[in-house]
């Protein structure tokens, strides 16, 4: 059993940043997890944010959201981290992180096994 619990959404006006974390915990959890995040915005599918491998050091990105999004994870408290910063109102949606029972980052939802309630994030222009 794997547990996911995410937090740090919120209201911010446009330009701003936000942190989410999300604590991963569990008999079965393990550090090689690939952990990745995504986003569902109202009416729309759930989106490929960024992933990141714990045992590859690796991070990979939605195409839109380089350079504004940033994935890290501190494993002494299997916490990853996602950064947003310039946030727009398109922003705007529900925000997941989920695990993976292997290394390696996918950017399909259907690959990843494990999934938290998610946390909401509102972006007012």
């Known amino acids: 059993q794997v547990q996911l619990i995410e937090s740090g959404g919120g209201l911010v006006q446009a330009g701003g940043s936000l942190r989410l974390s999300c604590a991963a915990s569990?008999?079965?959890?393990?550090?090689?997890?690939?952990m990745g995040w995504f986003r569902r915005a109202p009416g729309k599918e759930r989106e490929f944010v960024g992933a990141?491998?714990?045992?590859?050091?690796?991070?990979y990105y939605a195409d839109s959201l380089k350079g504004r999004f940033t994935v890290s994870r501190e494993n002494a408290k299997n916490t990853v981290y996602l950064q947003m910063n310039n946030l727009k109102p398109e922003d705007t949606a529900v925000y997941y992180c989920?695990?993976?029972?292997?290394?390696?980052?996918?950017?399909?939802?259907?690959?990843?096994?494990?999934w938290g309630q998610g946390t909401q994030v509102t972006i007012s222009s």
């Open positions: 569990g008999r079965t959890f393990s550090k090689t997890y690939a």
């Open positions: 990141i491998s714990w045992i590859y050091l690796n991070t």
């Open positions: 989920a695990a993976r029972r292997s290394s390696v980052v996918h950017t399909s939802p259907d690959e990843y096994d494990y």
